[in-house]
C-alpha cells in the first residue's frame, strides 16, 4: 500500500530562493490528504503534477499564515472547477470563520460542501479514522495553539502466499488474511498460517510544524517510523530558537534519536539560510538517518 | 519621469500555464504601487527582482480571490521583514475585517500601521493624490462591487532648455520651469518660454479588471494614454462573458477604440486557453495597438 509524502513547500515565515511556505501531501494507499497549506501551495500542486481535485482531507497546524494562507485559493480553485464532494478540513476554529467571512465578501457559495472539524491544542486526540489510517494531534509548543499530526496505517492483513493461491477457493482469502483457520465442507482445515505471511507492520508518520523542543510531545511521537521535525535554525541561534518557539537542526536530531524513530525530515528553513547543507550536517551529527523536506521530493515512508 | 507597468499575473480565476492571478506593479517616478494582489504575488515579485518593500500604496480592485489572496501574505512578509513604514491601502471595505481577522488569529500586532481607505463602488470617485499622481476610480460591472482605477500623472514642469542654462542663475529655475518670467535686478526680463520647452503631457494609465462591457465607465476612461482591459474570454462566447460579468477580447478592442485610448493591453485570460496568440488577435482585429498583458512584461506608459 502507498505511504508516501511529497514536500510542497520548506520555508519558514516568508517564501524567498524558491522555497515556499509549509504545506505536504501525504499519499495513503492512492488517497491524498493534505498537510498544511501556505501561500501558492495551489501552484505547487500544478507543478509536481499533483491533482488537487484529488484531495478530501486538509489539516492546518495553526494559524501562522506561512500554514494556511494559501487554503483559502485553492478551496476557491476547486470550487470554480467543479468539485462536488465534500472537504473534510481539521484545524483550529477560529480558521473556519477566515474561510467563510471571505466567501461571504465574495459572493461565494460553495458548490461543494466544508466538513470542519475543529482542533483543541490543549490535549493529544484522535480527530481521525477511515479504513486506511488514524490520525492523532500532537500538542505542540509554539507562539499560538499549535498541534502536529500522527498519521498511522491501520493495522495491515497477512499476505496470501502467491504460489499458493491456485490450491484454495477465493472464498477463503478474505479469512485466510485475517489469520482465520477455514473448515472446509469436507471437515479438512486451512490453516491460516500455511497460506499466508505475517502482514506488514503499520507504519506511522508524526509532522511537527512549528515547535520548541518540549519533551511534553514526545510520547505522542515515540516509536513512529518518520518523523517530519521543523528545524529553523542551527543551533548557534538556540536563542533565537527559545524566543520564537521554534527547533534547531541539532535539536530536531535529539528528539528522533531519543523517541525510536527510523528516519527524520528536517524543514520549515529560516530565511537567513541561502543553502541547507549546514542544518542538514548538524541533524545528521546527532541522528544520521536525517534529510531535508525540500520542495518536490518525495519521501517514502 | 518613469511611468511603467509591470504584469505579476494574468490568469482569470485560478492559476494555470504558469499563469498567475491579477496583480500589477506600477512604478511611476520610482515609487510603487501594486494594484491587486492574487495569490503568489510576493513570489512573483521575488521572480522579477521587484522589491515589496518598496511597495507603499495597494489598490485592490474587488473581493474575488484571484484580486486579493495574497495581500494577507505579502502584509505578513513585510511585517517579518521589519518594515516599519505605513503601507496605504485602497479597497473595498470588508477588505479591512478580512485583514483583521486573520492578524488577530495570529497574534500578529504588525511593525508598521496600516492606512485603509474604503472604496466605495456606486460612483467614479479621486481616491488619492502625491506629487506625482492622482487616481480615481472606476464603477466597473462586475457580479460584486468592484472598481478600477485610473492613474494620471500630475501636470508636469516646462524643461529647461540645457544649452542655455549656464546663462542664468540657478534660483530662476523653479520659476522658469513653472512658466513665470522672472525680472532680474537690473530690471531684464527672463522670458519663461526662451529658457524652457513645454512640459510633457502627463500620462495616465486606466486599469479595467473585472467587468462587463459597459458604457456607463467609458467617460472615466476616455483619453487615456494606456487601458489595461480584462479579456477573459474569445467573443464566440460572449453569452458566457455576459453571463459572469466579464469581457470578450473584441469588446475590449472597442473600447480601446471608442475611448480615445493611445495602447491597450489585456490580461485576465480564462483557463481554458492555453495559448493567448487567438485572444490579442481577435483585440487586434478591431485595435492594432494591442499588447498581451503577461508575467514579467513591463510597459513604458
Redesign the interface.
Known amino acids: 500500500m502507498k505511504f508516501e509524502v511529497t514536500i510542497l513547500g520548506s520555508s519558514s515565515?516568508?517564501?524567498?530562493f524558491n522555497r515556499?511556505?509549509s504545506a505536504q501531501l501525504l499519499n495513503c494507499n492512492e488517497k491524498y490528504y493534505l498537510i498544511d497549506c501556505g501561500?501558492?501551495t495551489?501552484?505547487q500542486l500544478?507543478k509536481y503534477n499533483l491533482k488537487a481535485a484529488r484531495i478530501d482531507h486538509i489539516f492546518i497546524s495553526h494559524?501562522?499564515?506561512?500554514h494556511y494562507?494559501?487554503l483559502?485559493?485553492l478551496l476557491?480553485?476547486l470550487h470554480?472547477?467543479g468539485r462536488i464532494k465534500p472537504m473534510h478540513i481539521f484545524g483550529?476554529k477560529?480558521?473556519l470563520?477566515?474561510l467563510e467571512?471571505?466567501f461571504k465578501?465574495?459572493?461565494t457559495v460553495l458548490r461543494y460542501p466544508i466538513e470542519f472539524t475543529p482542533i483543541e491544542a490543549d490535549e493529544s486526540r484522535h480527530i481521525f479514522s477511515n479504513q486506511d489510517l488514524d490520525v492523532k494531534t500532537i500538542v505542540l509548543n509554539h507562539?499560538?495553539p499549535t498541534t502536529g499530526f500522527v498519521f498511522e496505517q491501520k493495522p495491515r492483513q497477512r499476505k496470501l502466499v502467491k504460489e499458493k493461491t491456485d490450491e484454495i477457493p477465493m472464498a477463503y482469502y478474505a479469512a485466510l488474511k485475517k489469520g482465520i483457520d477455514v473448515e472446509q465442507p469436507d471437515g479438512t482445515i486451512l490453516k491460516s498460517g500455511d497460506y499466508t505471511t505475517p502482514a506488514d507492520a503499520p507504519r506511522s508518520y508524526a509532522y511537527c510544524s512549528d515547535t520548541m523542543y518540549d519533551e511534553r510531545y514526545f510520547e505522542t511521537i515515540k516509536g513512529c517510523d518518520t518523523l517530519y521535525h521543523e528545524a529553523t535554525f542551527m543551533h548557534e541561534l538556540l536563542d533565537r530558537a527559545n524566543e520564537t518557539h521554534h527547533t534547531t537542526a541539532k535539536q530536531a536530531g535529539e528528539i528522533a534519536r531519543d523517541n525510536g524513530i527510523t528516519k527524520l525530515l528536517i524543514g520549515h528553513f529560516s530565511s537567513r539560510y541561502k543553502t541547507l547543507q549546514m542544518l542538514l550536517e548538524e541533524a545528521q551529527s546527532v541522528f544520521e538517518n536525517t534529510e531535508l523536506a525540500v520542495e518536490g521530493r518525495t519521501f517514502q515512508l
Open positions: 515565515a516568508t517564501p524567498v515556499n511556505p501561500e501558492g495551489q501552484q500544478t494559524l501562522h499564515g506561512d494562507f494559501g483559502i485559493g476557491s480553485s470554480l472547477n483550529p477560529p480558521l470563520e477566515i467571512i471571505q465578501y465574495s459572493d507562539r499560538i
